[in-house]
Each structure stands twice: as C-alpha cells, then as structure tokens.
C-alpha cells in the first residue's frame, strides 16, 4: 500500500486510546494507522465495543488520544490548545450523531448557520436555504427540532455539518435511529455530497446495506484495523466480511 | 446575542427563576432607593417663605456626628437683630424664638409630645412661615394667642412648662403653630438660634452682606442651605428609615445573587449535553461563557424591566406605612426618583451576571463529548472548589466566634454576623456531603416501603439537588434563629438591667406630654429633677452635656464619668449665658452628666421639664402625669425601641422567606420536571401518582429539614459564642431567649412552599398525560 501524506483528508498514526487506568483500564484503540483519501466515502464497522465510536471522535479531535497522532487536512492535532482543536473543528470538521445533533430552542436555519455564526460570520444571502434545499428541507426552514420528524432532524444535522464545507465531515450511525426510508435518504445525501461536492465522508455503521454507499470499508476489532474492504460490491459481501470477523 | 434571545424565548421555564428573582430584586431595590433619595432634609415648612436665615453658631459636632449649636442670649440676639435688619435689602430681620406648648382638649393634651417642644413661637416669626390672619388680630398682652383653627375670642386650655393656663385667642392663623406675644414668647424659650430675613431684590446678595455682619456670631443660610434647619428629630427619623431600607437593598442584591448562582448552576447542569453539542460543532469555550452571559443579560434586563416599575409603583404605597412606623417623618411624599431607578436596573444586571459567573465557567469546561452523554447522571456531588471553600467558610467562621471575646464590643456585632455568613456559606457549599448521612438516619424508619426506598435512594444520588433546594432553607432559617435570638435576647437582658436602675416601686410618669411641667411635679411628693442641657468648654473643646436641676444643692456636683473634669467649669446654659461655677462633689448615682441647683436650670432653661417624679407618697392630680410602677415606666422606652426592631426583624425576615420560597419553589421545579422520565418510569412499574407525589414530596421535605436543621445548628453556635463573649465582658449570666415559634414558622412556610413546588410539576405531567 502506498502512503501519500499530501492529499490524505485524514491520518491516524499509531492512534491509541485507552480509558481509564491501572486493572481497570479499557484499550479501545490499539496503535491504528488509518488513511481517508479526499474525496471518499469510508464506512467503519465491526462489533459492538470494537472502537469505532472512539476512532471516530479522536480523527475528528472530539477526544484526545492518549498515544499516537492525528492529523486533519494536514494540520496534525497533537499539542493543540482546547481554543484552538475548537476553531479547527469548527472550519475542517463537520459532525453528525446518532441523535440530538439540534439544538432545540433554534430552528432548522438557525441551526445550519450555527457552525458560521460560531466562526464569527454572517451567512451570505441564501447559503443557508440553499444547504437546507440540497437536503430537501427547503420548506422547514423556520421549523424547531421538536416539529421535525428523526429523518428530516438527520437531515438537517447533514446540512448544519456540510454548510462549512469541511474538509472531512463524520458520522457516527446516522441511520442507526432511521427507518429503511429515511436511511436511504440520508446516505444519498452522503453519497451525493462525495460525488456532486468532493467531500469526504467517514461513517460508522453496524448496517451492511448502509456501508455498501461507501468507496472503502474498514473493519475493526478489538481496538484493530482487522480488515480493509475497498470498492465493496454490495451488502451481501460486506455481511460475509463481518460474519468471517465475528467468528474469529 | 440572537442566539441568547432565541435559547431565553425557547427555554423560558429554565430561565424563570432568574427572572423572578432578578424581577423582585430589582423591585425591592427600586423601592428602597427610590424612597430614600426621596426622603432628603427639607426646610421646615413654618421658615420657607425666608430667603436668608441666620443660625447662631455651631460649637463643634457631637458624637453622633450632628453639629452642636449654642444660643445667643436676648440681649446678643437682639443686637444682631439691629444689625441686620440695618443691610441694604432687608425688609425685617425677626428673631425666631420656640417654646413648648400643648393644647389640652378635655383635660387630655393633643398633638404629638415630641413636636409640642418646639409649636410656640413669636408672633412677628410667623412672617417666616408667610403665615397670616385670617380673622381677628395680633396678640399683644400675656395670655393672649394666635392659631390655626379657633375662632377670635374663644377661650383654649394649654400645657407650658410652667404648667396649665388657658389663653384667650386673638386671632386666627392660615399656618400651624401657636403665636403669642413676642414678649411672652421671649419669657417662655430658652434662647435665641435662628433670625430670619425678610428682604426685597436678590436673595444671594443680602446673604452675602450678612455673611460679612454676622462673621463669625452664626452661619447664614440660603437658598437650599436652608434645609440644613431640617429639626434634629425628624433627621432622625429619616435615618432609622434609612437604615431599613439600606438592610433591604443590601439583604435584595445578595439573596437575588444567591438565588440566580442557584438557578444557573441548576440548568447549566441540567444544559450540559446541549452546551456539549454547541462545543462540537465549533463553540469556543469564551463563546460558552459569552452565551450564559448573553443569556442572563436577556433576562436580567427583562427583569430590570419588570422590576423597576414595580419598585417606583410601589414606593408611593409604601410610605404611608413608613410614616405611620416612625420610620419617616410626618409629609413624607415620595417623589420620583430617575437616577435610583436606572442605578437598580443596572444593580440587576450586575447581580445576575454576577450569579451566572460560577456556572458560565463551569459549562465552559464542558467537553464535547458530552453532547453524547445522558446529562441526569449526576458525576460527582462535590467538586474541588466546593470543598476548598466550604472548609475555608466553616474554618474562617469558626475561628471568628473563638475570637470573639477579644474583640471590640463594637466590633463584635459585625464580627459575630460575619462568622454567620461564613458559616452558613461554607454549610451550603458542605452539604451534598452531610445530607447523605443525614437522608439514612432520618429514612431509617422507613426504609422498608417502596416510598421510603424511592425518596432514599433519590436524595442519596442526587444529593447536589437536594443540596440546592436544602442552601436558601438552611440560609433563611440560619439568619432567622441569629435574628430573632439576638434581638430577644438583648431586649430580655436590658429591660432586666434598666429595671433595676429605678428605686422607687412608683412613678409619676408624663401622660401623653414630653415631659412634666412644674405645675404638676409640684403636687407630687416625691424626688425628681429638671431635664436640661448645658455646653461645657474645656481647653478650647466644647461639650454637651445632660444637666438636671435638683433640690438642695450649692454649686455644680458631677457624675462619677465626669470627675476628671477641671473643679471650676465654664458653663454655657441653653439661654445663651455663660458662667464660672465651682464643682462641690463627684456622685455615683447622677441621674445625669452634671447636677445644678434646680432654680438655676428654671432661670437659665424656661422650656425645661421634669422626666419623672419617684413617688414616696400618694401622688396628687395634674394634666398630663400618670403614675406607673418603675417596671412599666422603664418599659415604655424599651417598647418603644422594641417596636422598631420588631418592624425592622418583620421586614428582614418576609424578604427573607420569601426570596427563599422563590429559591426553593424554583429549583424544585427545574429538577422535578428535569426528573419527568425517571417518574414515568415509575408510572410504568406500576406507581400512580400519588407514589410520584409522595417521593417528591418526601425528598422536598428532606431538604427542607436538612436546611433547617444545618441552618439551625450554625446559628445555635453563633447565639452561643455571642452569649459567651458578653457575659466574660459584663461578668453577668445572660439568659438566651430563642423565639422558637417564629422560627418554626419560617420553617413551615420553607416545607410547604417545597411540597408544593415539588408537585405542581408531576400534577401537570399527569394532567398532560391524559
Ligand atoms: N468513556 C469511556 N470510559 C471507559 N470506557 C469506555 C468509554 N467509552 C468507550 N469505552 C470502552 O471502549 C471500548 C470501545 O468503545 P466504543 O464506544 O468506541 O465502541 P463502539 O465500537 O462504538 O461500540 P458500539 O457499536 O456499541 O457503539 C468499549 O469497550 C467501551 O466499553
Ligand atoms: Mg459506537
């Protein structure tokens, strides 16, 4: 495998992390190296309590790692103030959850304009209307979290990561609290932003189905990058994969 | 600040306590101020109508820090007279002498004894006042008077230092006051201090001439100087409201501080996953803070806005009270007051910046992780600074009480009320830790029910709210027992300690008059001896001092305090006159600072009077007197005093209670509704309602005893450690009297407003439900 530093959206070199200290401690990272090319759709999966949620909060600077580096568009996080993670977050990182992404007293366009209005700037007329089009929420602009239904919340939280065009934007199981429906709606999102928009896009997700919109899989174990799926050929291949890593 | 405004419209229930307490706060503070920037010295009315006034000279300031004034004699007063009414535009210059009198009616005198001292004036003074006749004439001869009300040649009964007369009315006045001749006003007051002017063209320029004739025999006084001749007693007035109102305002912004650090700290903790969320998408820790700041300053100036009208439209309502409290003078109209109302506008937004501090600092460190995070676990009940403090309070507290008895008597007082607060913070911030020991003792009984396992287990992991609801409860109850405790136990001892003071079993005591005139002292038999007041000059200082005139006495006899004094002292009377006496003896049982033969005093003070007459006999007849036993005639003043203390305690206390009310309902509210899952839960376990009610009811109530019992405690010390330190000074066993009833009260009304806040939530959420 040849490794590019320059172009790499994001790099993880012998991340570790591990919670809490002595008897007790947990390793849920164990020195990964991973690499997100610009430009692609990566899915990470693997079992409940492989890491994946850790992995995913340490490439965005959400969390520290307690060993290893971890770099963003080039910038490496190590060593970097909490104000400082914070702004670079705030231009290079876009963020979705599993759930409560809104902040509920603001409405659907105030809250895509959240990450502008943080970074100091005024959006410019119509940026934020177009985003929320391009989610197809064009209409529930002035509606409140609470009016919405969990698809269209996911929705918005997709517009509210996408408005800064950062340079990665992560997603940790954006479907897991979706129906068929609305989950294929939010991965074309997805899937759209990479082709359409050159945006990277790194989701992790226990869904085969979901995982086959993506470019790349990884497959973690234990803390470990067990596997590599590249150009999956469809979700009944990435079940295969993840059954094979279950019964080790 | 958009932002701000969307999170205080969205989330208004969060943010109600503060506004209440902001609301209120301002409110008080609004009305406080307003009243005392209205409450200024005025000119009396009876001098407006005179441009230029002359008092005679001050001869330095008392120890109450007012100025001390000597007479001038007839004779300086009326040269002085000549003199300015000699100045280029001066129409007249009228010496303005008072003397007591009293209108009897019925045989009973009227009016207020205190204002009688000064209602009898001169006939030509009431020019100064621009008071004319409105039927009748002038009088002119002995016995003969001009007033307000009855009609010439009618006959009225009064009441004179010399005793009863009935006087003959000339004519009739469009001002209050009784004028008489301006001979027999001279005969009846002891002494000249005031000479007005009446003058035609500028004002300023005849008071600058008379500045220059006068030099330095008075002090002239123009234009707004003139409210500086505001009487003595009624600045005094002014100043015990004064004091009111200041202990409002000061009790306002500390409890409105104490209830917002409260009811911020609550939702910030009850926020964390939100403001977690806001630092994942790219909120800077200094943005987190800014926000809460943004925030309260929305509801700050919301409430600024409610309260500052409340507090201008309840001013005026409140001082008829005040007036009828003796808290402000006789006419006190409250005026309006812009600039006290902007300074508590402003007072509000610093107070509740000043409350969301802590809590703006603490969010700031929320990480953004924690937007992934359930927010009801609660982490941990204490945190570092916490600790640091609550140990440092308890230890700075306790080092104080210990202290005490080497301190200042002065400085006691303030010592002992700072070791309270001390205390009482450093048990708020404690108490997380104390209530879990204390949750298991007291469920102990029933520990058994699902009830009693419920509220136990509850309190037990959510000790910091209960810690919330338990500080303004502990707060309240603890500044409530040190009240009540000091001021009965003070009261008791010194109404035991003047008691003592009077011999006699009884005394002839003045009925409804300021004091006894010498008509009916005569009839008595018994001792007594005439109040009255002298200047003492020694090496260039000049003192007052009380003087009573007593029978069967040659030269001056001084009290025990005063036997440094020189043996021969230069003496200035209230008439203005000055004299060399020599001292004959020091006693230790004076009645006042100096004794003088008591025909000296009548000569030298007309308008004296006799306090009382300890009778050794039956006492006679005579307008105005009653007789008491010595304990009642000492506990008059104490009543007197008393009554103002019991204002002031009633006042302290309702502001008290109710801001904790407001503290305790609102936290209750918070956490309650915060709870509406794990109580929807308990539904689903098969719990009704009135399961849900009788653990937040039980938890409520647990707070509230944990307050009262910390509370109660801390002050229990503080009344202890006072007590100790004072009888170690008098050598004197002291009795603590602790008014329990009030104190329990205060309680109770702390526990129902707790029950109730924490109820309404649930009743709401079922009624919701349905
Ligand atoms: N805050 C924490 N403190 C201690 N241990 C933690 C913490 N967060 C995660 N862990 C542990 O680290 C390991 C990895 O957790 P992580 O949340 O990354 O798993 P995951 O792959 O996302 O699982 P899931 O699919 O269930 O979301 C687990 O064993 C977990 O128990
Ligand atoms: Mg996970």
Redesign the pocket.
């Known amino acids: 495998m040849t490794i590019t530093t320059i172009g790499t959206a994001v790099r993880l070199r012998a991340v570790s992390r591990i919670?809490?200290t002595g008897e007790s401690a947990?390793t849920?990272l164990d020195a990964v190296d991973v690499d997100i090319a610009p430009a692609t759709f990566t899915a990470v999966m693997?079992?409940?309590?492989?890491?994946?949620?850790?992995?995913l909060h340490c490439a965005a600077g959400l969390d520290r790692p307690t060993g290893g580096e971890v770099s963003i568009d080039g910038v490496s996080l190590t060593g970097l103030s909490e104000r400082a993670l914070t702004k670079l977050r705030r231009a290079r990182v876009g963020f979705v959850f599993q759930a409560f992404n809104l902040i509920p007293a603001l409405s659907a366009e105030q809250n895509v304009a959240l990450p502008l209005r943080l970074a100091g700037r005024r959006p410019a007329a119509g940026e934020v209307r177009e985003m929320l089009a391009e989610v197809g929420l064009a209409d529930r602009a002035r509606h409140r979290p609470s009016e919405l239904s969990g698809g269209q919340q996911q929705r918005v939280a997709i517009a509210r990561a996408l408005v800064t065009r950062p340079a990665v934007l992560f997603a940790d199981?954006p479907t897991g609290a979706l129906d068929t429906t609305a989950s294929r709606e939010v991965l074309r999102l997805l899937r759209t932003a990479v082709d359409r928009h050159a945006q990277t896009v790194v989701m992790?997700t226990?869904d085969p189905y979901a995982a086959a919109h993506a470019d790349r899989v990884l497959l973690?174990a234990d803390?470990r990058v067990a596997d590599v799926l590249d150009h999956p050929a469809g979700a009944p291949e990435i079940a295969v994969r993840m059954a094979r890593l279950e019964e080790r | 600040m958009r932002l701000a405004w969307d999170m205080v419209r969205h989330r208004f229930a969060a943010f109600a306590g503060t506004f209440v307490a902001i609301a209120l706060g301002v409110g008080v503070v609004a009305g406080s101020t307003t009243l005392w920037a209205s409450s200024q010295p005025e000119t009396p009315q009876r001098l407006s109508a005179t441009p230029v006034l002359v008092h005679s000279p001050s001869v330095g300031d008392n120890d109450d820090g007012y100025p001390e004034y000597r007479s001038w004699t007839i004779a300086e007063a009326a040269a002085l007279t000549g003199r300015l009414a000699a100045l280029p535009g001066v129409t007249a210059a009228i010496p303005d002498p008072a003397f007591y009198v009293q209108r009897v009616v019925g045989g009973r005198p009227t009016g207020d004894p205190e204002t009688a001292l000064t209602e009898g004036h001169a006939w030509s003074s009431a020019a100064l006042g621009g008071y004319r006749l409105s039927a009748g004439a002038a009088p002119a001869r002995p016995g003969e008077v001009a007033l307000a009300g009855p009609a010439p040649g009618s006959r009225i009964d009064v009441l004179t230092a010399r005793g009863p007369a009935t006087w003959t009315v000339t004519g009739t006045t469009d001002g209050p006051g009784f004028y008489v001749a301006d001979a027999t006003a001279a005969a009846l007051s002891a002494g000249v201090r005031l000479i007005g002017l009446t003058v035609s063209g500028d004002a300023e320029a005849v008071a600058a001439a008379a500045r220059s004739a006068v030099g330095t025999d008075g002090t002239v006084l123009s234009g707004a100087a003139r409210d500086r001749l505001e009487p003595e007693s009624v600045t005094r007035i002014r100043w015990l409201g004064a004091q009111l109102l200041i202990a409002m305002v000061a009790l306002g912004s500390f409890v409105a501080i104490f209830v917002v650090a409260s009811t911020c700290a609550l939702s910030a903790a009850q926020r964390r996953r939100e403001i977690g969320l806001l630092r994942a998408v790219g909120a800077t820790p200094g943005q987190v803070i800014r926000m809460m700041y943004a925030e309260t300053l929305v509801v700050a100036v919301l409430g600024g806005a409610v309260g500052v009208p409340l507090g201008a439209l309840a001013a005026p309502l409140l001082a008829p009270p005040l007036v009828a409290a003796g808290l402000e003078p006789a006419g006190f109209a409250v005026t309006g007051q812009p600039a006290a109302l902007a300074g508590s506008f402003a007072l509000g937004i610093v107070v509740a910046l000043a409350g969301v501090w802590t809590a703006a600092r603490r969010s700031s460190r929320v990480p953004a992780l924690d937007a992934l995070r359930d927010a009801a676990v609660e982490h941990r009940a204490m945190t570092r600074p916490r600790w640091i403090l609550g140990v440092l309070g308890i230890a700075a507290g306790a080092a104080l009480l210990i202290a005490l008895p080497t301190m200042s008597t002065d400085a006691q007082s303030s010592a002992m009320m700072g070791a309270a607060m001390l205390l009482l913070v450093g048990a708020a911030l404690l108490a997380p830790v104390l209530i879990a020991p204390l949750v298991r003792l007291t469920t102990w009984p029933w520990r058994r029910g699902a009830t009693g396992m419920l509220v136990r287990e509850g309190t037990l992991t959510g000790a910091r709210r209960v810690a919330s609801t338990a500080a303004p409860v502990l707060l309240t109850v603890g500044f409530a027992v040190l009240l009540t405790g000091t001021v009965s136990t003070i009261s008791q001892s010194a109404g035991a300690d003047e008691a003592a003071d009077v011999p006699a079993a009884l005394v002839a005591a003045p009925d409804g008059v300021p004091g006894l005139s010498d008509a009916a002292v005569a009839g008595q038999p018994g001792d007594s001896y005439l109040s009255s007041h002298a200047l003492v000059t020694v090496g260039g200082t000049t003192t007052r001092y009380g003087v009573a005139g007593t029978d069967g006495l040659t030269g001056v006899v001084l009290s025990r305090e005063l036997a440094d004094l020189p043996r021969r002292l230069d003496l200035r009377f209230p008439d203005g006159t000055t004299t060399t006496l020599p001292v004959t003896a020091v006693r230790d049982d004076a009645p006042e600072a100096i004794l003088l033969p008591r025909d000296l005093v009548r000569r030298h003070d007309p308008g004296a009077l006799t306090p009382a007459v300890l009778l050794d006999g039956p006492a006679g007849p005579a307008t105005g007197l009653r007789v008491l036993t010595a304990r009642a005639y000492v506990q008059i003043d104490i009543d007197e005093e008393g009554e103002i203390v019991q204002i002031f305690l009633a006042v302290l206390l309702a502001l008290g209670v109710g801001y904790t009310g407001l503290a305790v309902a609102n936290t209750l509210l918070m956490a309650t509704a915060a709870r509406r899952e794990e109580f929807r839960a308990l539904r689903l376990a098969g719990g009704g309602t009135s399961h849900v009610l009788r653990v937040t009811s039980g938890e409520a109530l647990l707070a509230v005893a944990t307050g009262t019992l910390l509370g109660g405690t801390v002050a229990l010390f503080c009344l202890l450690a006072a007590r100790r330190s004072i009888e170690e000074e008098i050598g004197q066993a002291i009795e603590l009297v602790i008014p329990w009833g009030q104190n329990v009260a205060v309680a109770l009304v702390c526990a129902l407003v707790a029950v109730v806040a924490a109820g309404v939530p649930v009743l709401r959420a079922r009624a919701g439900s349905r």
């Open positions: 919670y809490g947990v849920a693997g079992p409940s309590g492989s890491g994946k949620s850790t992995l199981e992790v226990h973690l803390g």
